[in-house]
């Protein structure tokens, strides 16, 4: 035994209540992020105890009255959670019979249940209904057998022997069973771009006895697309400096419907003898025998040994044509992307301190960081001259992008122009703005207008969004402008440049209420 981790491993609980009305109630102590956690208890309930699973509810404990529980990890919950709830419902069961026996003045030997009725085996007509075991477990305790407690409810746990702590050499079975995958597929490598095509992926899973067909389906093929991104695109890229450089969805590339056809899936069933209900883990699916599988058809495609996943585009074109040669001194100039609208705007907002010192916030490199929207640094380069990188989000694409700022026309403390451009692998903007100070009693209003012109993929998002976006941003920065002097909860006033009473809500918040999800 390891003195360290005496701990049960993955023990898990269901409670299952049973209303005066008969209907009945699962509850689970564990969380579910997708997998189908309710569906898979109600399915178990109702097979038990012989009703229909939608007509079922399962709902979720909190910390002060969950059911024994671990976490929903390592293929775990069909094999410990659904053998719990089967564990419950057989308690039910056992009660239901036991007042049977007492109210129909037969042994229990000779009593069945089935469908929610417990009746005599040779006498069918001698027999108690689900609502009348129901009516006497909650109300008729004068029925009850000797010692029963009243009520409709019971715990089931699950805890087989086999999964013990880990022992002295630090070795622990988490799953006590699991499933078995077999995949092949068929690839084609394009050798002039290095694209990798999955022409067809078959795969078959054994995960014991199916409690849930489309339950199972639908996670193999959540696996399977997992898989996929995880063999041809996604990857984690750090710069010489140790810059995380993929921290964005316009960076780091997932795979979408086009990139991950639709796999033959084949099932068979080997019911697993450690189980109540011969069920294995399938959660994961064919999460690691697909990267396998894909890596090894490209290899045999391209007669190589062996490849580093993710298999890019890039590192397939340099194993079929070498690495890239440097670039040319003298390269032809490409057309210059396709602008959008230029967008303008005008504002402004009231903030309670003097122009002195909303000045020195303006021109102070470490406030001016601290104020603008998805600043991750801020370096002076020149005389009032800076150079920052900043992560902003458009509709639909966000990015990292690199700003270039430089402030002119300095009339300290009434007005200033700022003046720069922004890039990132989004697209890349430019533009200039004024700011101008007045000392409105002990508060400063501070009104501003800007001119900007947008290309890339950014400017592919729309100008009525985009507009409504650099509205958004604005009003994020004074807001915080805002918060430097009154504190944070104080709401700052927008006139006829802004989005009027949405300043201070974030782009997430305005794209969800945009698409009806949000208030």
């Known amino acids: 035994m390891n003195p360290a981790a005496e701990i049960t491993t993955f023990t898990e609980g269901c409670e299952i209540k049973v209303d005066p009305d008969g209907l009945i109630t699962g509850i689970m102590g564990t969380t579910t992020s997708g997998q189908g956690h309710e569906t898979l208890v109600a399915t178990i309930i109702g ?10 509810r399962v709902v979720h404990a ?18 410990m959670l659904g053998s719990a709830a089967a564990g419950a419902a057989e308690k039910i069961k056992r009660k239901a019979l036991a007042i049977a026996a007492k109210n129909l003045d037969r042994p229990i030997e000779v009593l069945e249940y089935s469908e929610g009725v417990v009746s005599d085996r040779s006498d069918g007509s001698r027999y108690l209904s689900w609502s009348e075991i129901c009516f006497i477990a909650h109300k008729a305790y004068h029925k009850f057998p000797v010692n029963m407690e009243p009520g409709m409810r019971a715990v089931g746990t699950w805890m087989p022997p086999q999964l013990e702590p880990p022992n002295d050499k ?8 699991y499933g078995f995958v077999f995949d092949f597929c068929g690839v084609e490598i394009d050798r002039d771009t290095g694209q990798v095509r999955i022409d067809k992926y078959v795969t078959m899973y054994d995960s014991g006895t199916i409690l849930n067909p489309l339950l199972k389906d639908g996670q193999t093929y959540g696996a399977y697309a997992w898989a996929v991104g995880c063999a041809l695109m996604e990857e984690f890229v750090y710069g010489d400096n140790g810059e995380f450089l993929s921290g964005t969805f316009a960076d780091y590339l997932p795979p979408t419907i086009c990139e991950v056809p639709e796999p033959e899936l084949y099932h068979i069933s080997t019911p697993s003898p450690f189980t109540s209900l011969g ?41 079929i044509h070498g690495d890239e040669p440097p670039r040319p001194e003298q390269v032809e100039e490409q057309p210059a992307p396709a602008k959008g609208p230029p967008l303008t705007g005008t504002g402004s907002y ?10 020195q916030t303006l021109i102070d490199p470490a406030k001016l960081a601290a104020v603008i929207p998805g600043c991750k ?21 966000n990015g990292r992008f690199k700003a270039r700022v430089k402030l002119s026309d300095l009339n300290e403390p009434n007005s200033v122009t700022l003046s720069g451009d922004l890039n990132g692998p989004l697209g890349s903007s430019r533009g200039s703005g004024h700011i101008n100070l007045t000392a409105t009693g002990e ?22 969004m985009l507009d409504r976006a650099t509205n958004l941003v604005i009003g994020q920065f004074f807001k915080r402008l805002t918060a430097n002097f009154e504190g944070p909860g104080e709401s700052p006033a927008a006139t006829d440049g802004e989005a ?19 208030n």
């Open 47 to 56: 097979e038990e105890l012989g009703f229909d699973p939608d007509l079922i």
């Open 377 to 397: 640094e801020l370096d002076l380069i020149g005389e009032n001259e800076y150079v920052a990188k900043v992560i902003l989000g458009v509709g639909p694409v």
């Open 279 to 319: 069920a294995k883990g399938g959660a994961e699916g064919n999460v690691m025998t697909t990267p396998v599988c894909l890596a090894n058809g490209v290899c045999d495609a391209l007669g190589i040994e062996s490849i580093n996943l993710p298999m890019t585009p890039k590192k397939i074109g340099a194993i």
């Open 62 to 79: 909190d910390s002060l009255n969950a059911p024994t529980t671990r976490s929903p990890v390592a293929s775990r919950m069909a094999i």
């Open 170 to 177: 630090d070795q622990i079975n988490t799953s006590l069973t």
């Open 443 to 464: 508060s400063t209003e501070v009104s501003y207008d800007y001119a900007v012109e947008i290309s890339g993929k950014v400017a592919s998002v729309g100008g009525r």
């Open 350 to 359: 009231s903030v309670a301190d003097t122009p002195d010192m909303v000045w």
């Open 500 to 518: 009027g009473g949405e300043e201070g809500q974030s782009l997430w918040q305005w794209l969800l209420r945009l698409f009806g999800a949000g």
